[in-house]
Each structure stands twice: as structure tokens, then as C-alpha cells.
């Protein structure tokens, strides 16, 4: 297939893993305001939760300024052709949660696990299917292992029943040469009727290019935030690799002057501070780290006076997981009471 005959799915993120740079304090009317811009402009997905998706809201992972049944109600009965996803971690996510987004009106559920835990998505998956959703098993931190071990992991999320594959850059870790390789295993072995998507962060100012990459080795599905509202350094910026794609000549469906207008005129207003590569961001993508940490290690940096850059790096040198944020005080606290009086 030529570059000219793709058809590339583009889904946004800054109004889920933009929810991480906003502490989740994401208004209703901004949610609606940038949801109706994005569906507008020819956005066929937008996600929609807690940063850390269903059931996120708690003291470990924030509490958000509204419920995800709120944000549902308020945006989705708004949309003209967008559909609108929501993501599931289990463990974090309940079934009754992921029915609740289905009764809701949402067709797309993207079930979430860390890259070499695959098996505990099969009752949510399964369950997701039964219910005739969009059914999506989305692999984080997939720098972390093999090809071929994650490769594995995602065989078990094809079996269970999701009709598409993601692989996560959760840190911003990968270069090109590695999505490439990576995306290109997952086509060539999965079924032809499953879809490959890919969900990148900035961290180290390649999410446009893995994306790309991405692409060019069979993904059909790709992630981004629009004005790069998202966790980290942000995602993949949306109207920028949608330009890029234009440039290409593949075709998404997008209108590229409206995009660019909900980035600069609605997402860009929304920013407490601006989305970046500053040196914490790319410690995370350097490091390897889970970019949702980045907010928790500067919070332990005010409270334990010891660099976020530090905790970042330690961290990465623990080989953490999205999952482990109480690690970061409990570290922080560690290098607090080490260093010289």
C-alpha cells in the first residue's frame, strides 16, 4: 500500500492524558468547549476521563473537578460525528465502571496495562466485546521489554477479543528506529482485521516523528493531544502531526486551519503552565520514566527539597511503572534524610 492510500484514525488525548497537566481540573464547559472544537474540525475519537482513566479519582492518583459520568453527559450528546473513548486501567477501573461509561454512550474502551501484564485485561476486554464496544488493548511503557516478549503480551489481548493493539511510549523513551521495528512485528503477526495504533509523548521532541514512523510500519491508529496538552512534555501535538500527514498526502479527515484554531484559541488559554521539553520532561524521556510522574516528583521536590531531575532519575534507574506513583514521597523522603545536614 502506498503512503497516498492509508487512512490514518486520529484519536485526541488532552482532554484524558492532558487531565495529568491540569492536576484533573478540567471544567465541563471546557471539556464541552474543546470537545465541540475538535468534532468541528473532523476529530474522529476523543477520550474523555480521569488522566488515569475510569475509577481514577482517589488520594493516590488526585481527585478530578468533576466525575467521568458528568463529562459524559455534558459532551457526548454535543457530538455531531465524534465518537468518544475512555480509558480503563484494571485494578484502577472496575466492570461496573467500564458498564457505566457504556450505558454513558461510549464506544470506544481502551484497556490499559503495563506492557508485561497483559493477562489481567482479559475480563475487561472480554467484557467490552460481549457489549459490541471498540475494543482497544493498550500496552504502556513499551520501551521496557523486547520486541518479542511484547509481541507476546499483545497476542493475549488479541485472544481475549480487543480488535486493536496499541504499543505506548508512556515516557517518551523511544526513537524512530525502535517504533519501526516494534510496530512492524505487532502488523505483520497480529490478524489482518486487527487495527495498530501507537500513543507517543514528547518528552525527548520525538513524538511527531515515531508517529510518523509509526505510520510508515502499519499503524493505522494514532494518539495525540491537540497544542500538546497531555502528561510529560505532552503528547504527540495533534494539529502538528496532522500538518505533517497532510504534507504526505495521506488522508485523516481533519480539517487542518479548524485544528489548529481549537489549539491556539481553546487548548493553548487552558495551560496553568506551558506544555514543553523542560530539562524535568526530558529527564523523564531520557530516563525512561512513566510521564504522568512528572507532576509528583516537582510536588515531592517542594515538599522534600530534593530536585524532581534527581527523583526522575532514580526512578528510572528503579525501573518504575505507572502504578507506583506513593514511590515517589517514600524515595523523595529516602534522598531527604541522606543528604548532609
Do not use: W
Not at 482517589?58 to 465524534?82: C, L, Q, W
Not at 480503563?88 to 464506544?107: F, N, Q, R
Not at 526513537?175 to 516494534?182: A, S
Not at 527539597?305 to 511503572?321: K, Q
Amino acid at each position: 500500500m502506498s503512503e497516498a492510500d492509508k487512512k490514518i484514525i486520529l484519536h485526541d488525548m488532552s482532554l484524558r492524558d492532558g487531565m495529568h497537566a491540569k492536576r484533573h481540573q478540567i471544567s465541563v464547559q471546557q471539556m464541552i468547549d474543546v470537545a465541540c472544537g475538535l468534532d468541528e474540525a473532523g476529530v474522529p475519537l476523543i477520550e474523555i476521563t480521569h488522566g488515569d482513566g475510569l475509577g481514577g479519582s482517589s488520594v493516590n492518583y488526585g481527585f478530578p473537578a468533576h466525575t467521568d459520568e458528568a463529562y459524559f453527559a455534558a459532551v457526548i450528546p454535543r457530538m455531531k460525528n465524534a465518537k468518544i473513548s475512555a480509558l480503563l486501567i484494571p485494578g484502577i477501573g472496575t466492570v461496573d465502571e467500564l458498564k457505566m461509561a457504556h450505558s454513558a454512550g461510549v464506544g470506544t474502551i481502551r484497556v490499559a496495562t503495563h506492557c508485561t501484564e497483559a493477562d489481567v485485561s482479559e475480563q475487561h476486554i472480554a467484557t467490552a466485546r460481549t457489549m459490541g464496544m471498540d475494543t482497544v488493548g493498550f500496552l504502556m511503557m513499551a520501551h521496557m521489554i523486547s520486541s518479542e516478549a511484547l509481541l507476546e503480551q499483545a497476542k493475549l489481548m488479541e485472544s481475549y477479543g480487543a480488535n486493536c493493539i496499541y504499543y505506548t511510549d508512556s515516557a517518551g523513551y523511544m526513537l524512530p528506529e525502535e517504533v519501526t521495528e516494534k510496530i512492524t512485528q505487532l502488523r505483520q503477526a497480529l490478524k489482518p482485521e486487527t487495527e495498530v495504533g501507537f500513543h507517543g509523548h514528547h518528552n525527548l521532541g520525538m513524538g511527531v516523528a515515531n508517529s510518523v514512523a509509526a505510520v510508515r510500519a502499519g499503524a493505522n491508529r494514532i494518539d495525540g493531544s491537540v497544542a500538546g496538552l497531555g502528561a510529560g512534555a505532552g503528547n504527540t501535538p495533534l494539529e502538528v502531526f496532522c500538518a505533517v500527514l497532510h504534507r504526505m498526502g495521506i488522508a485523516d479527515g481533519i480539517d487542518l486551519n479548524k485544528i489548529m484554531d481549537v489549539a491556539e484559541d481553546l487548548v493553548v488559554p487552558m495551560m496553568d503552565q506551558p506544555i514543553r521539553v523542560d530539562r524535568d520532561a526530558l529527564t523523564l524521556g531520557y530516563a525512561g520514566v512513566y510521564s504522568s510522574f512528572l507532576l509528583f516528583a516537582k510536588r515531592a521536590e517542594k515538599k522534600y527539597g530534593v530536585p524532581a531531575r534527581e527523583l526522575l532519575v532514580e526512578l528510572g534507574r528503579r525501573r518504575t511503572v505507572g502504578g507506583q506513583e506513593d514511590m515517589i514521597d517514600d524515595l523523595a523522603l529516602t534522598l531527604s534524610q541522606a543528604k548532609p545536614a
